[in-house]
């Protein structure tokens, strides 16, 4: 079993539709969430971080957590066109290793197109 | 701009050659990244490098090399290079704590390898 599980899709909606985007894991240990956004030939940004469990909202997008479930949503409201992409969850144990830094583990990524 | 720089931007090579991929962090960022996205298996992690050291390794091949330099800019070295190395190589660098603020990675815009 993958540590990060993720549909690769496609996923196509229509525009105005609610999208919700998912992440299974399987080590309990993991604590930082993260949700990416990948256009076409570009480099992965980020979308919306949570630590632990619980909802975070920015403007049109939500992140939810449920440690209990090892499960993690992301929902697009009202998607339009340019949401179209490539959606990446990423978590990691700790803040900071003490190595000088902390490890991102990757599902393979969601992408999702918004027909207008 | 994400801030982080990754040159080139698209590489064409032969089997057998040996090429070096080349990133400059954000300003202040301590830790540097690199990546291989291939279409079917993701984002893939290689090695981590932080102020000039080497902190972690994933699943990097021998014939990968890299290194981080004292004004914090990092190699990626492939050599022997085979056609399956043709992917995506991604940097990515992250703010040192205690910004948690700031968690996660910022990314380059990718290096398109391609060998032939």
């Known amino acids: 079993q993958k540590e990060v599980e993720q549909d690769p899709g496609p996923l196509s909606v229509p525009e105005g539709a609610i999208v919700s985007l998912n992440c299974t894991y399987s080590n309990s240990a993991f604590q930082y969430f993260m949700w990416y956004r990948q256009y076409s030939r570009k480099g992965p940004e980020l979308l919306m971080y949570t630590y632990s469990s619980g909802n975070k909202e920015d403007g049109r997008f939500t992140a939810q957590v449920d440690k209990s479930s090892k499960y993690i949503s992301l929902f697009i409201r009202d998607s339009q066109p340019s949401d179209s992409a490539t959606y990446l969850c990423?978590?990691?144990?700790?803040?900071?290793?003490?190595?000088?830094?902390?490890?991102?583990?990757f599902g393979k990524g969601t992408k999702l197109s918004v027909i207008p | 701009d994400s801030g982080v720089t990754q040159t080139p931007k698209h590489l064409i090579t032969a089997t057998g050659q040996r090429v070096t991929l080349r990133c400059s962090p954000r300003?202040?960022?301590?830790?540097v990244y690199w990546y291989q996205q291939s279409l079917d298996q993701g984002l893939q992690f290689l090695i981590q490098y932080y102020n000039g050291e080497e902190r972690a390794k994933g699943n990097i091949l021998e014939r990968f090399s890299a290194q981080q330099f004292p004004d914090l800019h990092s190699e990626l070295n492939l050599s022997s290079l085979e056609l399956g190395d043709s992917a995506l190589y991604f940097c990515a660098s992250s703010v040192p704590p205690p910004d948690s603020s700031l968690y996660g990675y910022t990314f380059g815009s990718g290096t398109r390898l391609t060998v032939v």
């Open positions: 300003s202040g960022d301590l830790s």
């Open positions: 990423a978590m990691s144990e700790r803040y900071w290793s003490g190595a000088g830094s902390y490890q991102l583990t």
